[in-house]
């Protein structure tokens, strides 16, 4: 008994400042096989992470477990120091506020404008409409859209849907930022410029993953890890997390 408790303060000492932790996870759809299997890393709290991966090997899976969509078929995952596995269901909304969210198909609201798109997350959170002006006009500036805050998405283009669907996922700075494929409709010169904005609220404190098939924007963000999946399972054996080459010095 003496050597259980210490192995369980050895491991909360190790995963102390871990945001996110994964423990042998698996994930299975219906009766078929597993589509994640033995799952078990850890995200730091405040990292920036890139997921990695040929196409259909389980990346947009597990960021649908991270930002609690799934459940896993088997496993533990932890989230924010808490076990969301057996959480009861009345506590996820609540959860999910803290986490932002950039999903592949955009998910814009049809009958918002783009800047009531943007403006969504706040309003959820209970800012009052004369402190919305501000901060949204400010995030469409950003994101190249201030001259669209009227429009609606079905008047959009696929990039400037991703914009806003980013500007949406940001503003309310998450303690978790997920975000899959968000430069996949996006020139490159636009693609920097988001992942530089990724980059600014990882320094404000926001802990980011962004799933991705392309290999050059590893090089865009200066210290950020890597993890790579394969076929469902963590490529490296060891389950650790590689840093990708820097980008070199201008």
Excluded at 167 to 194: C, Y
């Amino acid at each position: 008994m003496r050597w259980q408790g210490l192995i369980r303060c050895g491991e909360a000492i190790l995963n102390a400042g871990s945001i996110v932790q994964f423990e042998n996870v698996g994930l299975r759809y219906g009766t078929g096989a597993e589509t994640l299997s033995d799952l078990t890393f850890s995200l730091r709290d405040g990292g920036f992470y890139f997921l990695t991966g040929p196409s259909g090997a389980g990346k947009t899976s597990l960021l649908k477990l991270l930002y609690l969509a799934l459940r896993p078929s088997r496993g533990l995952i932890r989230l924010f120091g808490e076990d969301i596995v057996t959480m009861p269901r009345g506590r996820l909304p609540g959860f999910r506020r803290r986490i932002g969210v950039v999903f592949q198909d955009f998910r814009l609201v049809p009958h918002l404008s783009t800047f009531d798109n943007v403006a969504l997350p706040l309003r959820v959170a209970g800012v009052e409409d004369k402190d919305l002006e501000t901060p949204v006009r400010e995030m469409l500036a950003w994101v190249g859209l201030a001259d669209r805050a009227s429009a609606r998405p079905a008047t959009l283009s696929g990039g400037e849907q991703q914009r806003v669907a980013i500007a949406r996922a940001v503003i309310g700075r998450p303690e978790l930022l997920v975000a899959d494929e968000p430069t996949g409709n996006v020139d490159p010169e636009m693609a920097r410029r988001l992942l530089y904005l990724f980059a600014s609220l990882n320094k404000l404190g926001t802990t980011i993953i962004v799933a991705t098939h392309d290999l050059h924007l590893l090089t865009e963000v200066s210290g950020a890890e890597m993890l790579r999946l394969d076929r469902g399972q963590i490529s490296d054996p060891t389950g650790a997390l590689r840093h990708p080459p820097r980008r070199a010095e201008a």
